[in-house]
């Protein structure tokens, strides 16, 4: 059990050490976000530049709204709405302030349902590798003698399949639900414990293993070679919004996990070694997946179908391709169970404070309800194309659910909800009481706060009018 909170001596559920909060915030961080749309964003976005500014953005503004975030929560000691309401009241301020951690609980339920859509795609990779193995062996490449288009075609049958993409979207949320229901120290810590050792261990052997049989050299430079001529206002936004969905911010994730952060834990320290490895598994997800792509002389730029088709052929000619395809699909499986539980988490906080039920009560509405938007999402890639009923708003012309949702959260909510974080703790709350919690002194705490007051806000309202209204850079 955790430290017990501000407001009363009652025991909480909590994490147990400072490395079980480690773990968990990291294996929050470290999911599709990293193996999937990382490598699959700065291959649409010219490689070098989109890398070179994402990580200037993790530095300048993710890290200092990621100790925002986990401080607000560890002095509220509740789920964020509450814990941001606590705050407010003790600095004397509004109590509507906790709108902002409404509008985040709603954008990480908005995520949840989507992400475990993907999540579901990962499951049917899984599959697809498992039964290749037992029907090839070990030892040869992965689908021996099928066509290149074979294994493309298998995304969008699997797109085209509605029952299919339910089925695995209800699979996934439903192992989800299963251990954010037991709690956090018995369910959600368990799961990051595990999975996210293993996750590192495949991880690294992956990676050696690219490169060593894939063109790794190529890889690098592709990733590292900064072509400042590439770094447009339409990729600078791409490397923000990436940042932002990476390291879990905006939407309430980083505050809910941080109301079960004890006392004794810097939280500068913690954040800093959240957004480290959060940027290195990014960094190396690219040194994973485009040597393999790049052996099989395929295009960098293959936008969502690098992972789920580009790789899969990369593996075709590997040796051992087989294994090491399901052992990949295992990896990024562990990587997003240990995200979605942490989008769960948030909704599921609230909604047990708020409603006064139960944990697994609360979880099962928050699953029930992300399952019923999911299928819609699910949909949208080929049963439900058409429907697309924000259509009329400029912003989610021509997306179906799938997409609506991904630019409502993070082109909207994330901004929003990082905008009102660093205006309400750089500028509402009490100083006092920030400065007792941010575990910084000195010249650090001076530069975290202007980075928080001036350069996060300004930045951020940027990012979200240009997002917005993307014809302002005219490109
Ligand atoms: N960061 C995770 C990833 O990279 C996704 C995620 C988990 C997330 N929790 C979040 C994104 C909260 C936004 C907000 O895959």
Redesign the pocket.
């Known amino acids: 059990m955790a430290a017990t909170g501000s407001s009363g001596a009652k025991a909480r559920d909590g994490w147990s050490s400072r490395s079980a909060f480690i773990l968990a915030a990291v294996g929050?961080?470290?999911?599709?976000?990293?193996m999937w749309r990382f490598p699959a964003e700065a291959g649409a976005n010219g490689g070098g530049a989109f890398v070179l500014f994402y990580i200037f953005c993790v530095a300048l503004i993710g890290l200092p709204i990621l100790l925002s975030e986990t401080l607000i929560g560890r002095h509220g000691q509740s789920s964020a709405p509450e814990s941001v309401r606590r705050i407010a009241k003790e600095s004397g301020k509004s109590s509507h302030w906790d709108t902002l951690a409404s509008f985040g609980v709603l954008g990480?339920f908005l995520?949840l349902s989507f992400?475990c859509v993907v999540g579901g795609w990962v499951l049917y990779y899984i599959g697809v590798f498992a039964q290749d193995l037992f029907s090839t062996g070990v030892t040869g490449g992965a689908f021996e003698g099928r066509p290149a288009g074979d294994i493309e075609a298998l995304l969008p049958s699997l797109f085209g399949n509605g029952g299919l993409m339910v089925g695995l979207h209800i699979a996934f949320i439903a192992i989800t639900f299963y251990f954010v229901s037991r709690g956090v120290s018995s369910g959600i810590e368990w799961v990051a414990t595990w999975l996210m050792p293993a996750f590192f261990v495949l991880f690294l052997l992956i990676t050696i293993y690219g490169a060593f049989t894939g063109a790794f050299s190529e890889a690098l430079s592709y990733l590292f070679t900064f072509d400042a001529s590439k770094l447009t206002g339409a990729v600078m936004l791409a490397a923000v919004g990436q940042a932002f969905?990476?390291?879990?911010?905006g939407?309430a994730?980083m505050m809910t996990y941080g109301a079960y952060v004890g006392r004794d834990v810097n939280l500068a320290g913690t954040s800093g070694i959240i957004a480290g490895a959060d940027t290195a598994v990014a960094l190396l997800a690219g040194l994973c997946i485009f040597p393999i792509v790049f052996a099989a002389g395929l295009e960098p730029n293959g936008g969502p179908g690098l992972m789920f088709q580009s790789l899969p052929i990369g593996f075709q000619s590997m040796p051992f391709g087989s294994v090491v395809g399901l052992l990949f699909f295992v990896m990024v499986f562990f990587a997003a169970l240990t995200?979605s539980v942490?989008?769960m988490e948030a909704p599921t906080a609230w909604l047990k404070d708020k409603a006064k039920v139960t944990r697994p009560m609360a979880t099962l509405i928050v699953t029930v309800a992300a399952l019923l938007l999911g299928i819609l999402a699910a949909l949208s890639f080929n049963d439900l194309s058409d429907f697309q009923p924000f259509g009329f708003i400029p912003l989610f012309e021509g997306q179906g659910m799938f997409d609506v949702l991904d630019t409502v959260t993070s082109k909207v909510l994330m901004p929003i909800g990082a905008i009102m974080t660093a205006l309400f703790v750089g500028w509402v709350a009490e100083r006092r009481l920030i400065d007792s919690e941010n575990g910084l002194s000195g010249g650090l705490e001076k530069v975290w706060l202007f980075l928080v007051r001036w350069l996060c806000p300004l930045a951020l309202i940027t990012i979200l009018i240009v997002g917005i209204f993307p014809s302002i850079l005219g490109e």
Not at 28 to 34: C, E, I, K, Q, R
Not at 245 to 249: I, K, Q, R
């Open positions: 929050s961080a470290v999911g599709l976000g990293n990480a995520v992400y969905f990476s390291l879990s911010l939407v994730g995200s942490s989008l």
